[in-house]
């Protein structure tokens, strides 16, 4: 479960850009992660077009917004994607194909896994009801309907034009907060960023997707005190674990120890009864896993349907969790063998 929701932490922060269709991504040099993308001047995306290996450079903007419905007065900060209507940003054809939508004014695509909070979007849109919404003092007509989810940055987002995020923040006119760079099929994206990072001005950076994803993990993982937290929980969880192995195996031995003196009275040697408490200790781990993969799956399906995170326990997470548990299993029981020591054929005859 721990390992659920560090990979949720994870898997949320990258949950828009995982959908853009790109090989390399271009950011400031000042941007930190994607809560907070500085802006740079979209004419940086002329000095990329000219590459031999560029199929396409989009412009997309990353702005926080405060979002609010009619009739509500307290506003709730959401993340607003401008983008070209005509350009295909997205390799999601269910977003592509209702970008068109965007080119009229004041329309977005409404997440449709928004938190609750943010007010019955969807369930008004899907019930042919006209939807609208205020950022800041600006009117906006809900146009369709999107799926990007939720991440612990930011409890909403939607999809709008650049040219209507320009009219909501008008200082900011001519800077983008992302480069989209498609490559031509074939090319190497690691060697056509390296080239054009030595081609560009040094207030921007190209990346690899993967890169830049693996960049924006990181940054949860190691300055936000979230991600320290969702690794320190894992570790105590294994170490509660372990201790509550070794002391049953430890209550175990010292309850059978006339038992394992009168074996050791008839030939046995330590290792061989040692072993049988090693043993105890895979039989616990391999009967107890399965019913606490079950538990776990099941209370993970119960965080998602509440908070709509991509948590899920993939194959490599379960494999590396069961190798724990046999670790955690295996190092209490040859923690409790020391107590076979205590066992003396000698005391059978007092």
């Known amino acids: 479960m721990q390992f659920g929701f560090q990979e949720a932490l994870f898997n949320s922060s990258v949950s828009i850009v995982n959908k853009f269709d790109a090989d390399l991504i271009l950011v400031s040099t000042q941007s930190a992660s994607l809560i907070g993308l500085e802006g740079f001047p979209e004419e940086r995306l002329s000095g990329v077009v000219r590459g031999p290996d560029v199929q396409s450079v989009l412009p997309v903007r990353w702005r926080y917004v405060k979002w609010r419905l009619p009739g509500e007065l307290k506003s709730r900060l959401a993340i607003a994607v401008g983008i070209n209507p005509f350009q295909q940003v997205f390799n999601d054809r269910s977003i592509s194909s209702q970008q068109h939508l965007l080119d009229a004014k004041n329309r977005i695509l409404y997440d449709s896994l928004s938190r609750p909070e943010f007010g019955p979007v969807k369930e008004q849109f899907e019930a042919g009801k006209k939807v609208v919404a205020y950022v800041g003092t600006h009117r906006f007509l809900v146009a369709g309907l999107v799926r990007f989810g939720p991440s612990f940055g930011y409890d909403s987002s939607f999809l709008t034009s650049i040219s ?71 570790f105590m969880g294994l170490a509660v674990g372990a201790t509550m192995v070794y002391q049953l195996l430890h209550m175990d031995v010292t309850f059978h120890l006339p038992a394992y003196a009168l074996l050791m009275s008839i030939g046995y040697r330590r290792q061989r009864l040692e072993m049988i408490v090693f043993t105890e200790g895979l039989i616990l781990s391999c009967l107890g896993f399965p019913l606490a993969w079950a538990v776990s799956a099941s209370l993970c399906s119960l965080v998602i349907s509440y908070t709509s995170l991509p948590m899920a326990l993939s194959v490599q997470m379960v494999a590396t969790t069961f190798l724990l548990i046999l670790f955690m299993c295996s190092t209490s029981a040859m923690l409790a063998m020391g107590k076979i020591k205590d066992a003396d054929p000698a005391d059978l005859f007092q």
């Open 164 to 234: 209507t995020l320009n009219e909501i923040f008008p200082g900011t006119q001519g800077l983008i907060e992302l480069g989209v760079i498609k490559l031509i099929s074939g090319s190497d994206p690691e060697l056509v960023a390296r080239q054009m990072s030595a081609q560009l001005p040094d207030d921007v950076r190209v990346m690899t997707k993967p890169a830049f994803e693996a960049y924006e993990k990181m940054y949860w993982a190691n300055s936000k005190p979230i991600g320290f937290v969702f690794s320190f929980c894992s």
